[in-house]
Every structure is written in C-alpha cells, then in structure tokens.
C-alpha cells in the first residue's frame, strides 16, 4: 500500500489497539471437537460458545486475530438486514420474516451482553443516524418508521432538516431517521476482547495459520501448510477471505473494498460541533458514505467501495474530497490514518449461511451489516453443532443466487455499480 509520508500505514484501530499476545502457528496435528477457520467476529463468536459449552475447540487463522474484515469495519453497529424486511418476508413469509428480525435485535444485545461479561473496553457509544441526501427520501424514512414500529422496535424518531442540523454540523443532508439501539465501537478491540475470553475458555488459536485444504467425511481435516487439525466439526468464517478454499462456496459472495480515513485528534468541542451527541451517521446512498467520532475526538470517514479490489495509490487524498464534501470547514485538518480492507456481499444482500454435508457450517456475506450480525451467526453455528438447529435452519431457508460471470464477475459488477453511483448522484 503507497501512503504518504504524513499518513499512518497501520489502520487507526490498530494504532490505537489494546496489547494482545502474538499467538502461535499451527505447528503438528491435532485433534479437536470442532475447528473453526477465521479469528473474525464470526469464528470467534462460535469459539467462545462452544468453549464454554465444554467443546475442545481450535481457531486457525490465516494473519493475526481481527485481520479481516472484523478489525478494520467502520465500528457501526447496525440494526436489521441490508435490504430490509421486505426482502425477506418475500422468500420466507411475515412470521418467519419477524423471527429474523428478531435474530438480528439478539445480535445488538449479544455485543453489549458480551462487553459486560468480558469487561471489554471498545468505546461503545449507542445512537445512530440515517441521513437523507435528497429531500424526496422523507417518505421512504417514515416507511423505514412504520415497518420497525411494527416490529416493536420503536426507539427511533424522523427527524426534519432543521432537526438534524442541530445534531450534525453539515447542510448537505434534508433529514434523517434516528435510532437509539444502534451505535458504534472500537471493532478490534472489541475482536480481540473475544479472542481474550476464549483463550480463558480453553481455545486455542493459531495465527499465521492459513488453511489450504479441507478434507471432508465424519471427521474433518484442514491442512495448514505445517500442521494440521481433525475435529468432529468445521466452522468456516472467513468471510471475504474465504477465497477458493472451499469450491462449492465460491461465487456466492462477492468482496468489496472498503476505505475509511482517520482525521488528527479535533479536541471535543470541534468534534462536537459536527456530531453533538456523538451519533454514529451514514446516508441513505446505495453506496453509502458513513462517519463518527472516537473517543480521543477524531473524525472516522468511510465509504466510496470499490467493486474492482484496485485500492488507489494515495488513499488519503482519494478519500479526502468526500470527507470535505459534508464538512468543508475540515480543510485545515490532517488526515493521520488511511486503509482498506474487504467485506463480503450476496446478490441480494441477505447474509448466506448454510451446511456441507452434515458436520460443516458456513457463513459470510454479511453485506455491510457485520459488526452485529457476524457474532450472531457464529453463535447460531455454535448452536448447530450442540444439537439446536432450529433458528439457523431458517436463516438457511432464505436463496441466493450466485454473481454471475465466473472469472468476469468483478467486472461485471463493477460496470453495475457505475449506474448505482450515477443513481445516487441524480437529484
């Protein structure tokens, strides 16, 4: 990655995260009841359930513990699936629809059931905005109102132009909705808190561990490249990493870069000027920009994904100008950290989950709703393998159909997102 001399190459998160011990590599075989692959969210969350459920469990992890996706997110912790309900209730019925919205509520409350059992410091700060860029998406907010009112999650509020500029310091946006039980964190160190606990749980993780190949049958056998481990289960998460290891999962998701850039320390009353009650912000695009304030009062910028996986060669001046574009007095700040990293996304931007064969899980994809929901799906994973399928099953129920293209793919996708960026920037 070229960065300018005045930018940090390491990612914000990791300038600022806790001391977490190195763990080994995989060095020899082992046996295990179950193996998961990814020390993300997703793996972890599963680890750690299983663990104290008394499983003998081993993470392998291609790099370090938050590589992924988990460690260098936004920090937004969301509610619900990307597309909403709708999408949902039409493959799997209302009943079934509000079971998983329900699932994704649980997902919120994990996090904050995990931070208080694990005494995880990670910033956690609750309220989240919804801004509009265009004034005739005020319908589209109060129907977003209705249907979580409907589903008893009723902590939310439209709020008017004149409204929302008394919370954020921009005029470029025409309202929004805001949620009180949504919000954000510190991502990795939230992470590597989980990993903390289920290392005191009795897991053992191995970092640098990158698996090459998995044997299927009644036991399971992922091979690193100097070691090996075979356990009665196999846990993938892995998510935009998943890569080719496993074939028949290949083509189901797609990765999407991401990029987020971290402004110089701003002091609390110029942070609090742009955000006041230190909300986290997103707006309403399809290809979203999103923002919020750390703890030590710096502006985190997100957005602008790139479906080809080129990162620009100077990702802080790249990002610079949309930063700008909703806070032009900010001209005068440095930008002290600028990355990227990959997420995952469906065609239809429903999290895919699901088995192979009969002692195998998955899932990924979670399509910019994974600060939530990756722990929640781990945990559902951990369940499967203690005999309680039932709500994993239907999460299964829901079809994707796979990005066409094969090899093409990228650049197919890439040339639809050109209309999703001209779409968005029609008034």
Same mark, same amino acid.
């Given at each position: 990655?070229?960065?300018?001399?005045?930018?940090?190459?390491?990612?914000?998160?990791?300038?600022?995260?806790?001391?977490?011990?190195?763990?080994?590599?995989?060095?020899?075989?082992?046996?295990?009841?179950?193996?998961?692959?990814?020390?993300?969210?997703?793996?972890?969350?599963?680890?750690?359930?299983?663990?104290?459920?008394?499983?003998?469990?081993?993470?392998?992890?291609?790099?370090?513990?938050?590589?992924?996706?988990?460690?260098?997110?936004?920090?937004?912790?969301?509610?619900?699936?990307?597309?909403?309900?709708?999408?949902?209730?039409?493959?799997?019925?209302?009943?079934?629809?509000?079971?998983?919205?329900?699932?994704?509520?649980?997902?919120?409350?994990?996090?904050?059931?995990?931070?208080?059992?694990?005494?995880?410091?990670?910033?956690?700060?609750?309220?989240?905005?919804?801004?509009?860029?265009?004034?005739?998406?005020?319908?589209?907010?109060?129907?977003?109102?209705?249907?979580?009112?409907?589903?008893?999650?009723?902590?939310?509020?439209?709020?008017?132009?004149?409204?929302?500029?008394?919370?954020?310091?921009?005029?470029?946006?025409?309202?929004?909705?805001?949620?009180?039980?949504?919000?954000?964190?510190?991502?990795?160190?939230?992470?590597?808190?989980?990993?903390?606990?289920?290392?005191?749980?009795?897991?053992?993780?191995?970092?640098?561990?990158?698996?090459?190949?998995?044997?299927?049958?009644?036991?399971?056998? +992922?091979?690193?490249?100097? &070691?090996?481990? #075979? /356990?009665?289960? $196999? @846990?993938?998460?892995?998510? %935009?990493?998943?890569?080719?290891?496993?074939?028949?999962?290949?083509?189901?998701?797609?990765?999407?870069?991401?990029?987020?850039? +971290?402004?110089?320390?701003? &002091?609390?009353? #110029? /942070?609090?000027? $742009? @955000?006041?009650?230190?909300? %986290?912000?997103?707006?309403?695009?399809?290809?979203?920009?999103?923002?919020?304030?750390?703890?030590?009062?710096?502006?985190?910028?997100?957005?602008?994904?790139?479906?080809?996986?080129?990162?620009?060669?100077?990702?802080?001046?790249?990002?610079?100008?949309?930063?700008?574009?909703?806070?032009?007095?900010?001209?005068?700040?440095?930008?002290?950290?600028?990355?990227?990293?990959?997420?995952?996304?469906?065609?239809?931007?429903?999290?895919?989950?699901?088995?192979?064969?009969?002692?195998?899980?998955?899932?990924?994809?979670?399509?910019?709703?994974?600060?939530?929901?990756?722990?929640?799906?781990?945990?559902?994973?951990?369940?499967?393998?203690?005999?309680?399928?039932?709500?994993?099953?239907?999460?299964?129920?829901?079809?994707?159909?796979?990005?066409?293209?094969?090899?093409?793919?990228?650049?197919?996708?890439?040339?639809?997102?050109?209309?999703?960026?001209?779409?968005?920037?029609?008034?």
């Amino acid at each position: 990655m070229i960065m300018p001399a005045s930018i940090d190459a390491k990612s914000y998160y990791q300038a600022s995260a806790h001391p977490f011990p190195p763990q080994p590599s995989l060095k020899g075989d082992l046996t295990a009841d179950v193996c998961v692959i990814g020390a993300g969210f997703t793996g972890l969350s599963a680890a750690l359930e299983l663990a104290e459920a008394g499983y003998k469990v081993v993470v392998l992890e291609a790099r370090e513990v938050g590589y992924g996706a988990s460690g260098r997110n936004g920090g937004q912790i969301c509610t619900g699936f990307s597309p909403g309900q709708q999408r949902i209730e039409a493959q799997l019925g209302k009943e079934d629809a509000v079971k998983c919205f329900a699932i994704a509520e649980e997902a919120k409350k994990l996090i904050t059931d995990r931070i208080d059992k694990y005494k995880i410091d990670c910033d956690l700060q609750w309220g989240y905005l919804h801004a509009i860029p265009k004034p005739s998406q005020f319908d589209d907010l109060r129907e977003w109102k209705d249907e979580w009112d409907a589903l008893g999650y009723t902590d939310t509020q439209v709020l008017s132009k004149s409204q929302l500029e008394e919370r954020l310091g921009t005029r470029i946006y025409h309202g929004a909705l805001r949620e009180g039980g949504a919000g954000h964190f510190h991502p990795l160190n939230y992470c590597l808190g989980l990993a903390r606990a289920a290392i005191a749980a009795g897991v053992r993780i191995f970092e640098n561990s990158a698996v090459l190949d998995v044997d299927q049958g009644p036991m399971v056998t +992922a091979r690193t490249a100097q &070691g090996s481990v #075979r /356990a009665k289960f $196999l @846990i993938i998460g892995c998510n %935009a990493y998943i890569g080719r290891l496993m074939p028949e999962l290949y083509g189901r998701i797609m990765p999407v870069t991401s990029y987020i850039i +971290a402004t110089e320390p701003l &002091g609390e009353n #110029r /942070a609090r000027s $742009l @955000i006041r009650n230190n909300d %986290a912000v997103a707006n309403t695009n399809f290809i979203v920009d999103y923002f919020r304030v750390t703890q030590d009062t710096r502006l985190l910028f997100g957005g602008r994904a790139s479906y080809s996986t080129l990162e620009p060669p100077n990702l802080g001046a790249y990002m610079r100008p949309r930063m700008l574009s909703v806070f032009p007095d900010l001209k005068d700040v440095k930008i002290d950290h600028a990355w990227g990293g990959y997420i995952a996304i469906t065609s239809n931007r429903i999290p895919d989950c699901g088995r192979l064969g009969t002692n195998i899980y998955y899932a990924h994809g979670y399509s910019g709703q994974g600060v939530a929901l990756a722990g929640m799906y781990g945990k559902l994973m951990a369940e499967c393998v203690k005999g309680q399928s039932e709500r994993f099953d239907l999460l299964t129920r829901v079809r994707h159909l796979p990005f066409p293209g094969g090899p093409i793919r990228t650049p197919l996708l890439v040339a639809a997102m050109l209309f999703y960026r001209i779409r968005d920037a029609l008034k």
